[in-house]
């Protein structure tokens, strides 16, 4: 089974829309780690927001916001008033578990997001 | 503070050679991942290091691949006798054992090309 799943492989949204990405995840290690990371043209992945499995709250950065629902083992992205710089990959990550030697990152296999002017 | 560097960007080689690639991490990260990404697809772990320490190895880490960290600082990755099937986008990351997070930090990558 896929550990992790995104399931939009393309997305086209108006500048200065809101837009969600959506990620689930399959584990069952009650503590793990959730990020998500964008990919432009160039090829760097450039870290963009972090959830605990144990975080009591959603976790923000900036623009960006993760939609945290355990229950349902989801992590969509939000980026709120979408710009045209966002065009790119976006993928979701999972780290499973803290003990030493869990460092791998699983990632999902992306959603091309395209802003349209 | 710079970024994860990597080197060279890209390279073109034919089947059968051996090719090397170096990494540069964030200066006070003690752990360095290697990943490759085929068009299409998200990254996949090949191996870590903690410090000099190699602590992992993916099964997709053939014989034909080897990896170093002499020193605890940058690392280079070797793949002997390439196949067309290595052509990819090799990607290293670097984190702090610090915090909980342990967030990777990815260089811009080196795209391999195996003709």
């Known amino acids: 089974a896929q550990k992790i799943t995104q399931t939009q492989p393309g997305m086209f949204v108006q500048e200065k829309e809101a837009v969600t990405l959506d990620c689930t995840y399959d584990t069952s290690d009650p503590s793990y780690g959730l990020f998500w990371y964008k990919q432009p043209s160039s090829g760097e992945m450039i870290f963009l927001i972090y959830?605990?499995?144990?975080?009591?709250q959603n976790a923000t950065e900036g623009r960006y916001s993760l939609n945290f629902q355990k229950a349902r083992k989801s992590a969509n992205l939000v980026i709120s008033a979408s710009q045209l710089g966002d065009s790119a990959m976006y993928f979701c990550?999972?780290?499973?578990?803290?003990?030493?030697?869990?460092?791998?990152?699983?990632f999902g296999t992306g959603t091309r997001l395209t802003i349209i002017p | 503070d710079t970024g994860v560097s990597q080197d060279p960007r890209h390279k073109i080689t034919k089947r059968g050679q051996n090719v090397t690639f170096r990494c540069d991490p964030i200066?006070?990260?003690?752990?360095l991942y290697w990943y490759r990404q085929t068009l299409g697809q998200g990254p996949e772990f090949l191996t870590y290091?903690?410090?000099?320490?190699?602590?992992?190895k993916s099964r997709l880490l053939s014989d034909r691949f080897s990896a170093e960290r002499p020193k605890g600082s940058f690392s280079t990755l070797e793949i002997q006798r390439t196949e067309q099937g290595d052509s990819a986008m090799y990607l290293c990351?670097?984190?702090?054992?610090?915090?909980?997070?342990?967030?990777?930090?990815f260089g811009p990558g080196t795209r391999l090309t195996v003709l």
């Open positions: 990351a670097s984190s702090l054992t610090a915090g909980g997070r342990y967030t990777q930090y």
């Open positions: 959830q605990g499995s144990y975080d009591q």
């Open positions: 290091f903690q410090n000099e320490a190699q602590l992992e």
């Open positions: 200066s006070e990260h003690n752990r």
């Open positions: 990550a999972m780290r499973e578990g803290t003990d030493f030697g869990n460092e791998k990152l699983t």
